[in-house]
């Protein structure tokens, strides 16, 4: 049986028809142009497997950061008054909006071999993170952290409080309140989160390169061995577009019901 | 139900080939606009000479755009709408002619050299391209497939240099600001690029091992009569000039 308000408004229907089309043409132009025959041969280059294997290590790793760091801030924020919190929460997902080139230069100028952070440390111990895998972490996990914050703040904000309090009257620490009654209960919004901040960092290429530079085997992730590729071998460039393009629908795939809002 | 969506999805479809028809000139025609892609090495001349050809030509509006010229290549490869190429090696220009993409024969029009870029005052004490691997500093070069990277492999072939620098950048702008932010000890870019840059010094490359850079240009696609005409006053006595004050030399 249709309800009368199901039915949609005529123009309606033809501007989320040109919205599908403006979304999935360039996906669809992707997979017909990739020489799929060629998915085996793309293992056997030594620079795009390096990038694979490099674009695993390091995604993952941001994940793990920004898992660590995220869950407390996200945590802070959602239960915890203290004056500026608007403020430090504003500025926790400013990455999210910010142009990825502009957080690699932020980056550069905080923890680069002149910045804030970065000058001191230079000085005193004779490294810095620009050109190593470990600043693609960083470069990853700064721009992937507040997805994982967001989520699961909202997921800390919607649970039932009483549940804590419970546990708290019935004789649980604060540690074990957390342990075992808040996480447990927003263990699912977790794991969302992490699963956005992993496909964002896996897909991180702006502040990548302007902090991390572009080197084959240390600094060189999937996203930017696509755009060197894209002029000297572009079907190779394609092939590992559709990778990170297979992986990224698996994310949503997997999220399904949690994000999308399907029942 | 269904059939009405598709029906939606051909409409829209139509919808935006209809404007791409409309929307993607050949390099002019839509109010007279001329898109110049240039070498990003050529940036601050091409933006002259686009100032100067405007003046001239009131009713031609140039569009630059600049970026790596194996960028530029791939991009009017893949259809995008140029009127002028101006390309920093003639490999590029020839992936772009030999896909029959250029109009008439692409002339070299200005040369360049290499330079090895250091900080102000060279505090590292950097004596030409043979220090470039010394292990003390960080080196930062432009990736082989953009062309002041290739022309730089040559380079230290012939020095016989083997250098293992922190990053492969994407064009040659990069390689500079990573040398002017101090985030690289040393870089190789054009010597135009230093060309009244305070910023960052030059050590000089010794003529036995400097490799000469060639610009090429060339009318692309069905551009309309304003594009040769840019070409031409590139290759004027006046664009010489404006190419000779920005620090590259005469073809």
């Known amino acids: 049986m249709k309800r009368p308000a199901d039915r949609a408004p005529r123009g309606i229907a033809l501007l989320a028809g040109t919205a599908i089309v403006l979304l999935l043409l360039p996906l669809a132009g992707l997979a017909l142009r990739a020489p799929w025959g060629r998915l085996p041969d793309l293992l056997d280059r030594p620079e795009a497997l390096a990038a694979i294997r490099l674009s695993v290590t390091t995604s993952l790793a941001a994940l793990g950061l920004a898992t660590v760091l995220g869950v407390p801030l996200a945590w802070i924020l959602a239960r915890r008054r203290f004056p500026g919190r608007e403020l430090v929460r504003a500025l926790a997902v400013l990455p999210m909006v910010l142009p990825p080139v502009v957080g690699g230069v932020a980056l550069l100028l905080a923890f680069g071999r002149r910045g804030l952070l970065g000058g001191p440390i230079a000085d005193a111990s004779g490294t810095s993170l620009p050109f190593t895998t470990t600043g693609v972490i960083l470069a990853q996990a700064f721009v992937a952290m507040p997805f994982l914050v967001v989520t699961v703040e909202a997921g800390l904000r919607s649970m039932d409080t009483r549940l804590e309090d419970v546990a708290a009257t019935l004789g649980a620490g604060r540690w074990a309140v957390l342990a075992r009654v808040t996480l447990p209960v927003v263990a699912p919004s977790v794991a969302a989160g992490m699963a956005l901040t992993w496909a964002r960092a896996l897909g991180e290429f702006g502040a990548t390169i302007t902090f991390a530079g572009n080197l084959p085997g240390r600094t060189q992730t999937m996203p930017l061995a696509v755009y060197v590729l894209l002029e000297t071998d572009p079907e190779a460039a394609y092939l590992l577009s559709l990778l990170l393009l297979i992986v990224s629908v698996a994310v949503l795939i997997a999220l399904r019901g949690r994000l999308l809002g399907s029942r | ?251």
Do not use: K, W
């Open chain 2, 1 to 251: 139900m269904m059939r009405l969506s598709a029906g939606i999805l051909v409409l829209a479809v139509t919808a935006l080939a209809a404007c791409g028809s409309e929307g993607a000139p050949d390099g002019e025609r839509t109010g007279g606009e001329l898109l110049v892609f240039a070498a990003a090495s050529l940036a601050r001349p091409f933006a002259q000479m686009a100032d100067l050809f405007e003046e001239r030509h009131e009713d031609v509006d140039v569009v630059l755009h600049v970026a790596g010229s194996q960028r530029l290549a791939a991009q009017i490869l893949e259809g995008a709408p140029a009127g002028v190429f101006a390309s920093a090696d003639e490999p590029q220009m020839q992936r772009v002619a030999e896909a029959g993409s250029t109009t008439g024969a692409a002339v070299t029009f200005a040369r360049n050299q290499l330079a090895v870029v250091v900080a102000p005052g060279n505090p590292h004490r950097l004596t030409g391209p043979s220090d470039l691997a010394r292990a003390d500093i960080t080196v930062v070069l432009a990736d082989p497939s953009v062309p002041v990277g290739a022309y730089t492999r040559q380079m230290l072939q012939r020095a016989d240099v083997e250098v293992s620098p922190a990053s492969f950048e994407l064009d040659t702008r990069a390689v500079l600001s990573r040398v002017a932010l101090g985030e690289a000890d040393a870089g190789v870019v054009y010597t135009s690029d230093l060309h009244d840059r305070d910023d960052v010094t030059a050590v000089a490359v010794p003529d036995a091992v400097d490799v000469t850079a060639e610009y090429q240009i060339a009318v692309v696609g069905s551009a309309g009569p304003s594009a040769a005409s840019f070409v031409e006053l590139v290759r004027s006595p006046e664009g010489a000039a404006i190419l000779e004050r920005a620090g590259f030399r005469a073809p």
